[in-house]
C-alpha cells in the first residue's frame, strides 16, 4: 500500500510542534555523562566547574555542544536532537550550575548552528 506524501507530512507535524523541553533533554541524552562526571564530562549542577564555562557564554558552549567537543559526541551522540533542543539543555544546565541564560529563541538557534558549521570547516581549504 502506498501513503500519499501530504499524509505523511501530516503525521510528522506533532512530533515537529513537540520540542523538549531542557530538563526533558537533559534526562534523555545529557545525564549519561553529565550526572556523574563520565568521561570528565562537566558535573550537573557543579557550581565551580559550571561557573567558567558559564563565563564563556553560550555563544561557545551552544555550538560546542552541537559539534561535539574532545570526547563528547556531536548533540550528546543523540542525532534526533534539534538544534532547538540541544540549546535548551545547555542553558538549562548551565542555569543549574549559577548561569541566568533566557530561553534560546530561533533567531539565537540560527546563529549557533552558522558558528557550529564554520567552526568545523577549516578557513582556507587544507592541502
Ligand atoms: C558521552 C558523554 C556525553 C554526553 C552524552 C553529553 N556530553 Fe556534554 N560533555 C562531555 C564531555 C566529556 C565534556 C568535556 C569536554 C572537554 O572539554 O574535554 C562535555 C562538555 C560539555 C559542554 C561544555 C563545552 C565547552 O565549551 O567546554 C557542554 C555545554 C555540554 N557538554 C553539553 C551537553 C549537552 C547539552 C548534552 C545533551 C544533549 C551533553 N553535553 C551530552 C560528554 C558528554
Redesign the pocket.
Known sequence: MRIPPLVLVLACLPALAQEKSGAE??AS??I???GDG?????VFGNAKVWGK?VR?GLD??VP??LNG?????A????PA?SDLE?AR??VY?GNAGGGKFAEPTLTDVARWRKKADARRKPLTPQR
Open positions: 533533554v537533559y541524552t545529557c549519561e555523562c553529565h563520565k568521561l570528565k564530562a562537566p564555562l564563556e561557545d558552549l560546542a555542544a567537543i574532545r570526547k563528547m559526541p548533540k550528546g551522540g543523540n536532537l540541544v539543555a545547555v544546565m
